[in-house]
């Protein structure tokens, strides 16, 4: 396995915090010629949740390592936080897409399944940046065409709104000084974006969410059904914010309380079943990329 810790430079923005440096952690799993030596697997980008005051531990390893168990590549973006402001962890994010898709085959990464994990603030990133990847000031920073785009999204209890069921924390941190700045609140509220070339979502919060309001995810659905954009929504009954992977892997004392919620990340990476023709377990990949369903 590939495991190692690079250092992401976004270039000069003035967002960025001078005294922190954002970095890319990667798990890729080898390849063998037992099994195939040719694979390109799935590439999940972690990103933490935190409010954009901190990142998460429980939405970083745990999360990555449960996807590499599933034969998927991974990697945990730490991305600039507050006093760093937007767009500059937008800006990281672009940065750590395109670096996995320009090593794609030294790093046997699949360039058509890179997708955005993010968790809270952490999804509130990742719906972001599926929704303002194609925006001028994210490509003219880099010189991008197309080397950085998602091709799907994970948006687990994600902020979305800045408006009236907003997390107020995580947008305050996000804009700094300029948290009052209309156009600038209307350019975060991740489902005032969506756009046709907003990739596909898998979604899921719980109804009794009392940090992040249910109605986030509900709005990001609904804006991405009004473009016909397939996308995936769960809603559990209960479990609190941050739950992760709702498991004793992230909590030190967990009573059990709200194990339904554990089924999420299976329901994100499917097996397709055997290959009929080669007779071996056919390729595990994310949901996010499964055919879109046609009537």
Known sequence: MIYKTLKIDAGSC??????????????????????????????????????????????????????????????????????????????????????????????????????????????????SYGTLWNRDFVKNHFGYTDEHKPNGMILCY?????????????????LGEKRNDPDLLELVSCEKQVTEDTPRAFIWHTFDDGAVPIQNSLLMASALAEQ????????????????????????????????????????AVRVPGMDRHGGSLAEKHLNVFRPTNTQ
């Not at 994600?158 to 996000?174: A, F, Y």
Request: glycine share 8%; net charge negative; with cysteine.
């Open 14 to 127: 003035p967002g960025a915090d001078p005294d922190y440096q954002p970095t890319l952690t990667l798990y890729l799993p080898d390849n063998t010629r037992e099994i195939d030596e040719n694979r390109r697997r799935p590439t999940v980008v972690v990103l933490p949740g935190g409010g954009y005051g901190f990142r998460s531990r429980r939405e970083a390893e745990p999360i990555a390592l449960k996807f590499l168990a599933e034969d998927c590549n991974a990697a945990i973006l730490e991305y600039s936080v507050a006093p760093a402001v937007f767009p500059e962890a937008i800006l990281e994010t672009a940065k750590a897409v395109a670096l996995l898709r320009e090593n794609a085959e030294e790093w046997h990464v699949n360039p058509e399944k890179i997708a955005v994990c993010g968790f809270s603030a952490g999804g509130h990133l990742a719906a």
């Open 158 to 174: 994600p902020v979305i709104t800045s408006g009236k069921r907003t997390h107020g924390g995580s947008i305050d941190n996000l």
């Open 228 to 267: 016909n954009i397939n996308t995936e929504l769960h809603i559990f009954p209960h479990a609190p914010h941050g739950s992760s992977l709702a498991n004793e892997t992230v909590y030190g004392h967990y009573d059990g309380s709200f194990d339904e919620c554990q089924v999420w990340i299976d329901m």
